[in-house]
């Protein structure tokens, strides 16, 4: 039967790589697989994949291949002996890394004669193929020309940019957007607990008031956009309170208050400069260093 789905590649099958490499078979493309400990491709295998026993040969396979292992070296040493192997092809390499070491592997793949792309995968590997999965692009437009519309089979997908670093970059702010809340959420849990109460008695309360905090990035967004700081509805001398009796209570409960300290730092490092009525999202100006 005839397919004119294109061959892919896809080196590294850990818990992501596994899931993208069934996505591509589930939707008929050739897949051809290799992993370090080659045990890990045998599930794939009875899906149809075709195993092979070094990265050069799932290189030569298919035009669209694809790392999915620990980070930007890894990927690099795994594809250096098939370097010249590269030329012609795509590499779309979703292995996470810092922007900068991602913008340094595509000029490494570009040099060898690969077109690249960089994907930031935000979803865990069980939500790949659902419009759960947020799969975030940037590098060469032609390569996303080429393969986009075929990698929408993925989740729900979006080119941002020809600077390859910027799926990263986007990925990396969001990351740092869930951190807050969730190891805020965890340190709010710990001192509830110290009254016996129960994480599931707090959670309902959780989700309601988080959800309502996500209606106030607009108006953050805003201030910051005008860097007009004067008018905001969270002024600074209001979170400073709230952030001290936090980290007070926190002792006196005898729970760790590392979560608060840094911005409770930042908040503080702002009033230095800024009017206590200002916005509390003036704090990003002290981020970038300005004044
Ligand atoms: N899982 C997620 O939810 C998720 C979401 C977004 C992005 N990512 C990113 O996707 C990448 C893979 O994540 P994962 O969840 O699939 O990780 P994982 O389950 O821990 O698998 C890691 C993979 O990398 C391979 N590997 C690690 N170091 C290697 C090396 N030095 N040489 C050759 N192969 C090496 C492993 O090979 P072995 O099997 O031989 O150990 C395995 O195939 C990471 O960069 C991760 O940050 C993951």
Redesign the pocket.
Known sequence: MSNDKTPVSV?????????LAAAFLADGHPTTVW???PE?AAPLEAKGAKVVASVTEAVAASPLVLT????H???R??LEPAADDLSGRTLLN????TPDDIRALAEWATSHGADYLDA??????QAIGTPDAQVLFSGSANAYERYGSELEILGTTRYLAADPGVAELF?MGLLSAAYGTLFGYVHGVALLDSANVKPTEFLGMAVQWLNGMLAFLPSLTREIETRDYTSGESSLEINLHALEYIEAASHDAGVDPGFVLPTLDLVRKRLEVAEPVHSVAGVFETMLGRT
């Open positions: 080196i590294g099958l850990g818990r992501l790589g596994a899931a992993n370090r400990s890990k999915v292992v620990l980070d070296a890894a990927a040493s795994l979703v292995s996470s890394s930031a995968v935000m979803a865990v590997p990925s």
